[in-house]
């Protein structure tokens, strides 16, 4: 009686395991929610109505259940926050009906029933502007963070400003309570509602084009290791841009000079230069997140 090959009984054991060895480990994929919509937007104030507007519209307009979280804006506790700009806007301006301001800075807040009873109902969640770690501290792990999601399952809209715009990834870029300065810093972790993700935004208005070659490249090791530097897809959002995400591709809305970046360091190699790792999309091109691939470009 002939016996299988060593190498054959090796494959598979690993085959029935679910083992793995090295080169047969697949790539972590970017995809976006399987439900619902993002709008994911770069900051500045030119375009931020019709942004704003857009986000609204997606949510299901006048009638629409919308909540406004402000976390992000300042840690001082007085601080106003149930009357931040972009409510005034909602309430004030666009006469929404049906506007909620949801902010705390306590987790253990965050983590009641009676905190997150506005998103149960919300057909859409605005993250606004500030500092992305603290959105982190404030709702990761806790009840908010699943009923963000779960607006998302129920086929709502998330949307976001600046750092409402990087705290909709997965990896949180920019995300140092010290400074804005530091690309990879003590809070890594985004809420995720794109896997395999990092948002940069202000990217070209602020000269920001390298930063996400530094988080891709992460030259002093600082990057988790529930992080792949070398998988994760970049995303640099310029102001007065975004990008309005279904399933695992977007489409560029904003000005009419909107530029969003993307950066795939999948497609690096030792010889290419950092002035050659990312592409420009403009107003209105469309763009495969999973695949990586543009579906549309704009001339």
Same mark, same amino acid.
């Given at each position: 009686?002939?016996? @299988? @090959?060593? =190498?054959?009984?090796?494959?598979?054991?690993?085959?029935?395991?679910?083992?793995?060895? @090295?080169?047969?480990?697949?790539? =972590?994929?970017?995809?976006?929610?399987?439900?619902? /919509?993002?709008?994911? #937007? &770069?900051?500045?104030?030119?375009?931020?109505?019709?942004?704003?507007?857009?986000?609204?519209?997606?949510?299901? &307009?006048?009638? +629409?259940?919308?909540?406004?979280?402000?976390? +992000?804006?300042?840690?001082? @506790?007085?601080?106003?926050?149930?009357?931040? $700009?972009?409510?005034?806007?909602?309430?004030?301006?666009?006469?929404?009906?049906?506007?909620?301001?949801?902010?705390?800075?306590?987790?253990?807040?965050?983590? /009641?029933?009676?905190?997150?009873?506005?998103?149960?109902?919300?057909?859409?969640?605005?993250?606004?502007?500030?500092?992305?770690?603290?959105?982190?501290?404030?709702?990761? *792990?806790?009840?908010?963070?699943?009923?963000?999601?779960?607006?998302?399952?129920? *086929?709502?809209?998330?949307? *976001?400003?600046?750092?409402?715009?990087?705290?909709?990834?997965?990896?949180?870029?920019? &995300?140092?309570?010290?400074?804005?300065?530091?690309?990879? &810093?003590?809070?890594?972790?985004?809420?995720?509602?794109?896997?395999?993700? #990092?948002?940069?935004?202000?990217?070209?208005? %602020?000269?920001?084009?390298?930063?996400?070659?530094?988080?891709?490249?992460? !030259?002093?090791?600082?990057?988790? %290791?529930?992080?792949?530097?070398?998988?994760?897809?970049?995303? $640099?959002?310029?102001?007065? /841009?975004?990008?309005?995400? %279904?399933?695992?591709?977007?489409?560029?809305?904003?000005? !009419?000079?909107?530029?969003?970046?993307?950066?795939? !360091?999948?497609?690096?190699? #030792?010889?290419?230069?950092?002035?050659?790792?990312?592409?420009?999309?403009?107003?209105?091109?469309?763009?495969?997140?999973?695949?990586?691939?543009?579906?549309?470009?704009? !001339?």
């Amino acid at each position: 009686m002939k016996h @299988p @090959p060593p =190498d054959r009984i090796l494959l598979i054991w690993v085959l029935l395991l679910g083992l793995t060895i @090295p080169g047969m480990v697949a790539a =972590d994929e970017t995809e976006g929610p399987d439900r619902g /919509t993002l709008l994911i #937007a &770069g900051g500045g104030g030119k375009q931020g109505a019709a942004i704003f507007r857009k986000f609204v519209e997606l949510a299901g &307009g006048n009638t +629409a259940r919308i909540v406004i979280v402000p976390t +992000a804006i300042s840690s001082d @506790p007085n601080y106003d926050y149930q009357n931040p $700009g972009v409510a005034k806007f909602a309430r004030d301006r666009l006469k929404l009906k049906h506007v909620t301001v949801l902010h705390t800075h306590d987790r253990r807040e965050a983590d /009641t029933r009676e905190f997150v009873r506005p998103l149960k109902t919300a057909n859409g969640v605005w993250f606004s502007g500030g500092r992305q770690w603290r959105f982190a501290d404030s709702y990761l *792990g806790t009840r908010s963070e699943k009923e963000f999601h779960r607006v998302l399952k129920r *086929g709502g809209v998330i949307g *976001g400003s600046s750092a409402g715009a990087s705290i909709q990834a997965d990896f949180l870029v920019r &995300g140092d309570s010290r400074t804005n300065r530091i690309m990879i &810093g003590d809070h890594q972790r985004g809420l995720g509602f794109i896997e395999n993700c #990092a948002i940069d935004q202000h990217v070209i208005k %602020r000269g920001r084009q390298m930063g996400l070659v530094k988080v891709l490249t992460d !030259p002093d090791g600082k990057m988790l %290791r529930r992080f792949d530097r070398e998988d994760l897809l970049g995303i $640099g959002i310029d102001e007065d /841009t975004a990008i309005i995400v %279904r399933r695992n591709t977007f489409e560029v809305f904003g000005k !009419p000079d909107a530029a969003v970046l993307i950066y795939d !360091p999948r497609k690096w190699t #030792a010889q290419t230069a950092d002035a050659k790792k990312y592409i420009t999309l403009k107003l209105g091109a469309r763009y495969d997140m999973k695949k990586r691939r543009v579906l549309h470009l704009v !001339p």
